[in-house]
């Protein structure tokens, strides 16, 4: 038993190390000239979301690219996401292997990343060929593709939080539920957050 657990503890302490580096790479993205302008566009749009703070520090290193535009926003937003989602569901899969009883949890994440997915595909098929000529030429209407995408970051945040859920319930506290439940929690901000950028994008009428 002490073996087993000093096992587990190691895989725990490692993976954290490795998930965190990629997790720093991957949402630290190169500060370019971005204007003022470009930067209270982020902040205001933050005002959207749930998570303001955590909002404008992972999207500013972005804002020259997303000027004013909701969709480009919308985009990156759900691309950063994306990214947390996909580092959690690994750092979970690797912890799952010492710890059985996050498997659950490793299962609702790859739906999760699935829907986010799915998201972040249809926002670029928007965004690909122009503007309003992209969402004719698909055949469906802005209104609808910006539904979908609701529907699926709502997907994505339910099955996030039916892990976390999962967690609340159990009776034992420990280093495995602190962790798993802090690691969810921290991405269903990045996803809530997303959602509510879409949301805005969708409110703006604009493809």
């Not at 000027?67 to 580092?87: E, N, W, Y």
């Not at 698909?138 to 995408?149: I, K, L």
Request: net charge negative.
């Amino acid at each position: 038993m002490v073996s087993q657990s000093h096992t587990a503890t190691f895989l725990l302490f490692t993976t954290f190390l490795f998930i965190s580096r990629s997790i720093s790479a991957a949402h630290s993205p190169p500060r370019l000239n971005a204007t003022t302008n470009d930067l209270d566009f982020i902040r205001t749009s933050c005002n959207a979301t749930l998570y303001q703070d955590l909002c404008f520090n992972s999207l500013a290193g972005y804002a020259s690219v997303v000027q004013d535009s909701p969709a480009r926003l919308a985009k990156i937003a759900t691309g950063v996401s994306l990214s947390k989602a996909k580092a959690t569901l690994a750092f979970l899969s690797k912890l799952s292997r010492s710890a059985a009883e996050v498997q659950d949890c490793v299962s609702y994440l790859d739906e999760a990343v699935d829907s986010i997915r799915d998201s972040l595909q249809t926002l670029r098929n928007m965004s690909r060929g122009g503007g309003v000529a992209a969402v004719a030429s698909s055949g469906e209407t802005f209104s609808s593709q910006v539904n979908d995408v609701q529907t699926w970051m709502s997907a994505a945040l339910t099955y996030e939080d039916t892990c976390t859920d999962a967690y609340e319930e159990m009776d034992e506290a420990g280093e495995i539920k602190t962790t798993v439940y802090d690691r969810v929690n921290t991405l269903k901000r990045f996803t809530s957050n997303a959602l509510a950028l879409v949301n805005t994008y969708g409110n703006s009428g604009a493809p």
